[in-house]
Structures are given as C-alpha cells and as structure tokens.
C-alpha cells in the first residue's frame, strides 16, 4: 500500500529467464547466455597482443615513442601508464578501454606488467566486459642524446652563455634559485661558472631556446646566435652544426642608483633624473626616492636606451639615523609589492663618529622603516666623484647629499655572532674553476652571504624561491638571549623539506600517495 496517496502498488520483480547453454536463471540479454557460458564461446581480447617491448634509457629514465620520441616517465607514474597504453593503439581499436592499472613487479625484473579492463560487442548486441594482462619487456637502450654524451662529454649541439657586465654575482645567486625551483636546466648536458656567467650546455638546439625563453621571463635579457658547421653529407643533403647563443642580462640591479636619459625621464611622465631600481623580473621597477613617483621598463625599453647604474649596490655607505619626521603620513607609493613613505631625516656617517660633527638633513623614501638610532645604508653623493654623460646633460641638477636605500641590521648581526641558519638553499651541479685565487674565493663568499641577508630581509625577494629546512640546524638555549631584537629571519612556515627519495624507497614508505595510478599485488 502506497503510505502516502493511499493507493495499492504491486510489488514488481525482475524478469528473468534460462541460460540456453546452462539453463540458470538470469536477466535476459541480446545473446540470451549467461556470463559464465558467454565468456566460453566467446574471447574478446583474443588477438590483442599480451606482451610488448619497449625502450627504455637508463642514463636520463625516458622512453621511447617510436620513432624518435623519448617520453620522460617515472615507475608506477601516469605518464607512463598513458605511455604504456598508447603502445596498444592498435588494439584498442577492436576493443574499448575502460581502466588500466599497474600490477607490482620487482623493479630490477626489467619487467612491467599492466592490468587493462576492456568491452566489446558480441552476439546479437550483448556488451562482454574482460580484463587481461599485458607485459612489458623493458630494454635498456640510450637515447640518441645520453649516447653522444657517453661517447664524449664536450659534444654539445648548442651552447647558451648568460653574462651580465657588473662587479658582483648577485644576479646568477638569484637566477639559479629560479631555475633549480622550475628545473629549467632539466635537459643541460653540462653547466660551467665563469667570470661573468654561467655556461649551459645542451644536446639540441630546441632544448637551448626553451631555456632563453624561460630566462627572458625572469630577467630582462638580449640575445643573439651563430652557428658553426660540424659536418655535412652531401649525397644525403644533411648537415650538422653547433650552435651559440650569447644572452646579456641588463646591469641594471636591485638597489643601483640611476641617472636617467632626459629623452626616457620625460616619456614616462618626468620622473626625475635620480632614481633607485627597487625590483627586477622581466621588468625593471624605478623609483624616484624625492618625489615617490614610479615607473616600469620591459627588456625592449631598457635596450633602446641602455643607460648603466650611476653607483651600485657595492658603493653602500652606513648611516645612522639621528632623527626622522614624516612629511605626510598620506603620501606613500606602493611599488613592486613594496609600500613607500615620504619623510625628512637627520644623518651621520658610521665613519664619521669620532672624527667630525658632520651632519645631512635629507628626504627619505624609507619613513615606514626608519627611526631615530637605526642604521640605514645609501650613497654617499657629498663625498663622491661621479663622471657619468647623462648626469653632465642636467646643468641645473643639485645632488642631495645622501640617498638612503634600506635599513641595516649589520649591529644586530654582530650581536648574533654569525649563528648558524635554520635553512638552506640547494646549488645547481656546474663545474666551477679551482684556479681562482683566495681573494676572488673569499670575495664570491662574501657576496653569496650578503644575497642570503637581502632572503631575509626582503620576504618579496624570497617569493619566488625554495628556501629548505637545514637538519643539522640545532637551536640553542641561549640563542634567543643572544639574537638581536628584530633581526629578519625567514619564518619557518616558508621552508620546504629537504626530500630525499632514495631514502624515501628504502624505508616503508606508504603507498597510499598515489591517487591517479592503480596498484595490484
């Protein structure tokens, strides 16, 4: 009885009917055959192929797509499981796919083995579903690339040689954080320091340009290519070079005080002939630090004028602050992800203590940062000889004494005593010369610890980065005691941990994590 209209309703049972091979009872279907006796006269996955050889290079674990393609795949993954299954592309023309998964195999068996669950067609319209097993034989066989640089280690198709004319390192220290956080240099063959640069060695010409490409959107950068002829063959019209490319990243630096052209001072709506670069990507930020007024310049701007720094970040000098008082809290300018406030403040130089009463009342840009007693760094344009063209340009042009550019906490590291970080950064693997003498050895360690200060002072400069956690870092009982009070330091919310696969095999380690490759034992 139907409870809510109060109707009477009949109970309706499925129909079913006899097998007419076995005579059980059943749903009726096209065939009028039960599973059991269908799957008997009928095979569906007879004339699919059950084992397969494939290619497989061990130097740099890809596989081969025939003809000539090499697919980069790890054990177990989906990507070779899509590789795995588009072998029996064929195949699957008679049959349709409904699910692939891995079965377990011993990695060392040169083996793999997938469970396909497949449908098809059969007798009068019936639907037959049936699993079978497919084997792969793996064998091992270097790709084109691996072999040439097995045969010999220096035979590379094209060279990219990054350079960047200024006095320090700072920009690579940088830029191969970057490239190690997206694995752009995945397909380098070799990778060697230089004096000015880094050179990448790569086994293909494609391999080289996507590497440019990915350089250009992370720095601005020029380029230009030749190409040398190796070898030709004549009856068969092929020919084979090595090619160059010569990439130049602009000099232009974070911190770098600038003296802008006249002609590009007024096109970006006259921001001033004194500026300080705040942030390079693939765009420069500027900002006047009198005026708070900003502007940006892409790769192409830059290169049509290519005007240089006026001083750079090397020329820093250290002043304290005797005195400071914001001119209007309301004027202030975000640039670069970075907030600016206008403010008049009364400096010393550090060096000057002891020596001379010799006090600068100047505007600042840092009045969000700065208070009175803390130290701040900048040029220094009261003591300076500058000989720069397009300073000379602006006759009626007054130099400020001193332009600050960003507090320092140099007192504060003192205090700290040089304590051991709880974080680290990984290096990419690249031949460096051993010739140098100690002064450039110990001039390339000072610079890679002032570019891991700027990491913690400056979070937007750490944003792009993969900071690690440091497992021989041990904090001591004292160090909060001995630390100085507002010290920057990288939160330990921003630090990744330091994988490491190898170990992560020969422990227990779950299997549950992969969620797009099923697994059988």
């Known amino acids: 009885m139907d409870e809510d209209n109060g109707m009477f309703r009949r109970n309706q049972t499925p129909a079913t009917v006899l097998c007419c091979k076995c005579g059980v009872p059943m749903?009726?279907?096209?065939?009028?055959m039960c599973v059991t006796c269908l799957r008997s006269e009928v095979d569906i996955t007879e004339g699919l192929r059950k084992q397969v050889t494939i290619m497989h290079c061990p130097e740099c674990n890809t596989w081969l797509q025939p003809p000539k393609t090499w697919l980069k795949g790890e054990l177990e993954s989906k990507e070779l499981l899509s590789f795995c299954v588009k072998r029996l592309e064929t195949d699957m023309k008679k049959v349709r796919l409904v699910d692939a998964v891995f079965i377990w195999t011993e990695p060392h068996s040169k083996r793999i083995k997938v469970k396909l669950r497949?449908?098809?067609e059969v007798l009068h319209g019936a639907i037959l579903d049936q699993t079978y097993l497919v084997e792969y034989v793996v064998q091992d066989h270097m790709c084109e690339a691996c072999s040439r640089v097995q045969a010999n280690p220096d035979q590379w198709v094209a060279a990219v040689q990054l350079r960047q004319h200024v006095s320090h390192r700072r920009t690579f220290f940088y830029l191969e954080q970057l490239i190690l956080k997206h694995d752009a240099a995945a397909r380098a063959i070799k990778i060697k320091q230089t004096d000015q640069g880094i050179d990448f060695h790569f086994g293909s010409r494609s391999h080289a340009l996507k590497f440019i490409d990915f350089?250009?959107?992370?720095v601005p950068i020029k380029h230009r290519n030749d190409k040398q002829l190796v070898s030709q063959d004549q009856k068969s019209n092929t020919y084979h070079y090595k090619f160059t490319f010569s990439v130049e990243i602009s000099p232009i630096c974070r911190e770098d005080l600038i003296c802008l052209p006249k002609e590009f001072a007024r096109s970006s709506g006259n921001i001033g002939p004194l500026v300080i670069c705040t942030k390079v990507t693939n765009n420069i930020a500027l900002l006047n630090p009198f005026t708070l007024k900003n502007c940006y310049l892409d790769a192409d701007q830059y290169w049509r004028f290519g005007f240089r720094s006026l001083v750079t970040s090397r020329q820093l000098t250290e002043y304290i602050v005797l005195d400071i008082d914001i001119c209007r809290p309301e004027v202030s300018a975000m640039v670069g992800g970075s907030r600016y406030v206008m403010a008049e403040a009364q400096v010393a130089r550090v060096s000057d203590f002891g020596k001379n009463d010799l006090m600068f009342t100047i505007k600042t840009h840092?009045?969000?940062?700065?208070n009175p007693g803390d130290f701040a760094l900048g040029y220094d344009l009261y003591g300076a000889n500058i000989n720069d063209d397009e300073l000379d340009k602006y006759k009626d042009l007054a130099l400020p004494y001193a332009i600050l550019v960003k507090k320092s906490y140099e007192e504060k590291r003192q205090r700290k005593r040089a304590k051991p970080r709880a974080w680290k950064l990984k290096s990419l693997a690249?031949?460096?010369?051993?010739?140098?003498?100690?002064a450039e050895q110990e001039k390339t360690n000072a610079e890679y610890e002032q570019f891991l200060r700027d990491l913690e002072e400056n979070p937007e400069l750490r944003f792009n980065i993969s900071l690690y956690r440091d497992k021989e870092y041990q904090r001591s009982e004292t160090a909060s005691m001995t630390d100085g009070g507002d010290l920057p330091t990288v939160?330990?919310?921003?630090?990744l941990a330091d994988l490491d696969l190898s170990a992560m095999d020969d422990g227990d380690?779950?299997?549950?994590?992969?969620?797009?490759?099923?697994m059988e034992e």
């Open 509 to 518: 380690g779950d299997d549950g994590d992969n969620d797009d490759v099923g």
């Open 430 to 438: 690249m031949e460096v010369d051993d010739t140098k003498g100690r």
């Open 118 to 120: 497949v449908q098809k």
């Open 27 to 32: 749903q009726p279907n096209a065939a009028n």
């Open 491 to 495: 939160p330990l919310e921003e630090l």
């Open 366 to 370: 840092l009045g969000h940062l700065l």
């Open 215 to 218: 350089v250009g959107k992370v």
